[in-house]
């Protein structure tokens, strides 16, 4: 099946630096999503990019579909940006996610 | 007016116990997961479920068991509680299209046995 790798493991910032989380894959995928698992738990959706680039505020995604890897930007971090972050990928209509092991993000003021 | 929702959010039970957790979505997807999160914080899926066809992860012990009321529902029972099943559930669902099988998780139902 699918392995999902993700870099780095963990990750330590000061308030207001940037960071690239990475994502790689071992096989191909057509769905693929970034989710950001808050302090509380709450799994949240952050982006669905089986390709292309895409940016909300101050994150964005990149997946280089035909390398099998994807990228999370973050700029200009907060505290609030801290938990983990996990990317997922599956291949086909209504199959399950193949989750990576996350990046745990602490983002200190 | 929450998209996937789960009840309980806790649940604190005996070993030998059968549990319940109860997942609705209201986004009028057709198809519907459990995903497992353990202590480590892996995500891991136990079932996918659409009203054609259940698709179980071989690792799940029968004593897990889907059940599907109408395609909005899908809930999670669990038979003769074990230690190791302690953990977080999560349910999600998708519109299972291959342009966007984007998926949508729940709140998670934290499960501790005693």
């Known amino acids: 099946g699918i392995q999902v790798e993700q870099s780095p493991p963990d990750l330590i910032l000061q308030e207001g630096a940037n960071s690239t989380l990475r994502c790689n894959f071992s096989?191909?995928?057509?769905?693929l999503q970034w989710f950001h698992q808050n302090p509380w738990g709450q799994l949240i959706n952050l982006f669905y990019i089986p390709s292309g680039t895409k940016q909300n505020g101050r994150l964005s995604a990149t997946t280089v579909a035909t390398e099998r890897y994807s990228l999370l930007y973050i700029s200009s971090s907060q505290t609030t940006d801290s938990g983990v972050y996990f990317c997922?990928?599956?291949?086909?209509?209504?199959?399950?996610?193949?989750f990576g092991k996350g990046t745990t993000l602490s983002v200190s003021s | 007016d929450t998209a996937v929702s789960q009840t309980p959010k806790y649940l604190v039970t005996q070993m030998g116990n059968d549990k319940s957790i109860k997942c609705e979505q209201n986004?009028?997807?057709?198809?519907m997961y459990w995903y497992k999160q353990d202590s480590k914080k892996f995500l891991k899926i136990m079932f996918s479920?659409?009203?054609?066809?259940?698709?179980i992860n071989e690792t799940v012990p029968n004593r897990f068991s889907p059940k599907s009321p109408d395609k909005a529902h899908l809930n999670l029972h669990i038979n003769s509680l074990e230690l190791g099943d302690s953990a977080v559930y999560f349910c999600a669902s998708s519109q299972a299209l291959l342009v966007n099988n984007e998926q949508f998780f729940g709140p998670g139902t934290r499960l501790t046995v005693l």
């Open positions: 096989d191909s995928v057509n769905n």
């Open positions: 997922a990928g599956g291949y086909g209509a209504g199959t399950a996610l193949i």
């Open positions: 479920y659409n009203n054609k066809e259940l698709i």
């Open positions: 986004l009028g997807h057709d198809t």
